[in-house]
Structure formats: C-alpha cells, structure tokens
C-alpha cells in the first residue's frame, strides 16, 4: 500500500454536504460522478496528496444507502492506493483477510477497486485502488 488516497463519507444530501465541505475547505470539490454500478453520486475534494469523496446514495439499495439507515451520516471507508490491485488482493486473502468482491471493479475517480470486509479489518471497510492506465 503507497499511500492514503482517499477517505470515503457518507452524505445523506449531496448538495448541502458538498456547500458544507466548500466552506470548510476553502474550495469547491474537482469533481462529481455517478457509479452507477454501485448505486451511489460522488463528490471529490483534494487536499494535499488526500482526498475526500462524499457518497450519497442514488437508490435505497445502494451500499450507503444501507450505511447511512444503520450508522448515519459519517466515515464510510478508508481507501488505500496500490501499485497492482490484482497481486495485493492475492496477497491480503492469504493473509487471511476477506474481500467483498473476489476481482477489481471499476470505481469513480478512474480507480479500479476493491473492498476488504470490516469484519477482517477491526470493523473498518478498507478499499484498495489502483489508477486505470490509459
């Protein structure tokens, strides 16, 4: 794992979450996404090296839909950059870590990602994300 690349929270309106991250900033987010395969509208904020991406849920099915009706609104996930996700998923699984989804997955912010079970990492959703070379 390189670095802290982002650090994923879930929002129940975008809108005002986006207003309300702006003012505590000082700057507006670089971009807005839709994933549609995850059901959810993003939102990023560079500072420094790290970024924020605010995550509402597009559907009530959706992931953060399920999140915010469990915990509320607050830190979804913390997502890891990796030289090569498909060796560090490998990796993880033999050292006896679960993933959520057993091969990389197109994600916003032109990542491929995957996601580590909170029940394998002390009860914190870990996503791993690698740049898509163009």
Same mark, same amino acid.
């Given at each position: 794992? !390189?670095?802290?690349?982002?650090?994923? %929270?879930?929002?129940?309106?975008?809108?005002?979450?986006?207003?309300?991250?702006?003012?505590?900033?000082?700057?507006?987010? *670089?971009?807005?996404?839709?994933?549609?395969?995850?059901?959810?509208?993003?939102?990023?904020?560079?500072?420094?090296?790290?970024? %924020?991406?605010? !995550?509402?849920?597009?559907?009530?099915?959706?992931?953060?839909?399920? $999140?915010?009706?469990?915990?509320?609104?607050?830190?979804?996930?913390?997502? *890891?950059?990796?030289?090569?996700?498909?060796?560090?998923?490998?990796?993880?699984?033999?050292?006896? $870590?679960?993933?959520?989804?057993?091969?990389?997955?197109?994600?916003?912010?032109?990542?491929?990602?995957?996601?580590?079970?909170?029940?394998?990492?002390?009860?914190?959703?870990?996503?791993?994300?690698?740049?898509?070379?163009?």
């Amino acid at each position: 794992m !390189l670095k802290v690349e982002h650090i994923g %929270i879930a929002v129940k309106n975008m809108e005002s979450a986006n207003s309300l991250f702006s003012k505590l900033f000082k700057k507006a987010p *670089y971009k807005l996404e839709k994933v549609e395969s995850e059901g959810v509208a993003t939102s990023f904020f560079q500072m420094g090296e790290t970024k %924020i991406e605010l !995550l509402e849920a597009e559907n009530e099915d959706s992931a953060i839909a399920k $999140f915010i009706e469990k915990k509320g609104e607050g830190i979804h996930h913390i997502a *890891y950059e990796v030289e090569n996700i498909e060796s560090e998923m490998k990796r993880l699984e033999v050292e006896g $870590f679960q993933l959520i989804n057993k091969a990389p997955k197109k994600g916003a912010d032109n990542k491929l990602v995957c996601f580590l079970h909170p029940k394998s990492t002390n009860g914190v959703l870990i996503e791993l994300c690698q740049e898509i070379k163009k």
